[in-house]
């Protein structure tokens, strides 16, 4: 399982030292530009799960283009 935690910068350091001393997890930072791009991602692939499901109404190809 991953998770994304958002975390104040003051105390980062401090969460990851502790986190770093549980043998069996894996740490990796990333910016905060592909964590932007990873809650876009998980937000569109829900809105695509609901449509599915028929809870949820997708624009058109048409609609789309007309936006524009």
Known sequence: MRVILEIPDNRAA???????SISFLKIEAISSAKADFLKELKSSVDEVILAKKG??????????????
């Open 55 to 68: 809870k949820k109404q997708l624009k058109t190809a048409d609609q789309l283009l007309d936006e524009l």
């Open 14 to 20: 401090s969460l990851i030292d502790v986190l770093k």
